[in-house]
């Protein structure tokens, strides 16, 4: 196809590609043209993926921007403290003898932490204040 003539394609080439030609004169001063042609679908479906891609880098880069900047979450100081001592390792039971509260009170605290931290469970709650905060 890189030798058709433009003007007897051009109605083909308007509906499915882009065709160019360069005209140059040689040393002989002889006319010659070089021409290249490019399917549409294909150049859209290039552009697409980089814009994908941008997309994807820019997104990643303000969640990570915004992420530390939105926790301004207010947790008490029992709540902390349960969440340092299950960053330890602590079962409930442990947490609630040292603090001097019920189990039940403990697993209250647990589900408010995991609330306002808007995670599934207090494993990812202490994996996303450590992430955030670095040492709780």
């Given at each position: 196809?890189?030798?058709i003539?433009?003007?007897?394609?051009?109605d083909?080439?308007?509906?499915?590609?882009?065709?160019?030609?360069?005209?140059?004169?040689d040393e002989?001063?002889?006319?010659?043209?070089?021409?290249?042609?490019?399917?549409?679908?294909?150049?859209?479906?290039?552009?697409?993926?980089?814009?994908?891609?941008?997309?994807?880098?820019?997104?990643?880069?303000r969640?990570?921007e915004?992420e530390?900047?939105?926790?301004?979450?207010?947790?008490?100081?029992?709540?902390i403290?349960?969440?340092?001592?299950?960053a330890?390792?602590y079962?409930e039971?442990?947490?609630a003898?040292?603090?001097?509260?019920?189990?039940?009170?403990?697993k209250?605290?647990k589900?408010k932490?995991?609330?306002?931290?808007g995670?599934?469970?207090?494993?990812?709650?202490?994996?996303?204040?450590?992430?955030?905060?670095?040492?709780?």
């Open positions: 196809m890189d030798n003539d433009a003007r007897q394609n051009e083909y080439f308007t509906l499915f590609g882009i065709y160019a030609c360069k005209i140059y004169s002989k001063g002889k006319d010659s043209k070089i021409c290249i042609y490019k399917k549409i679908a294909d150049e859209v479906s290039m552009v697409i993926k980089l814009l994908a891609e941008k997309i994807a880098t820019e997104y990643g880069k969640i990570k915004k530390p900047n939105e926790i301004k979450i207010k947790l008490n100081d029992s709540q403290k349960i969440l340092e001592l299950e330890k390792g079962r039971l442990d947490i003898k040292v603090l001097g509260i019920e189990v039940v009170t403990v209250y605290h589900r932490i995991v609330e306002k931290l995670v599934k469970n207090i494993k990812e709650a202490v994996a996303k204040a450590i992430k955030n905060f670095g040492n709780i």
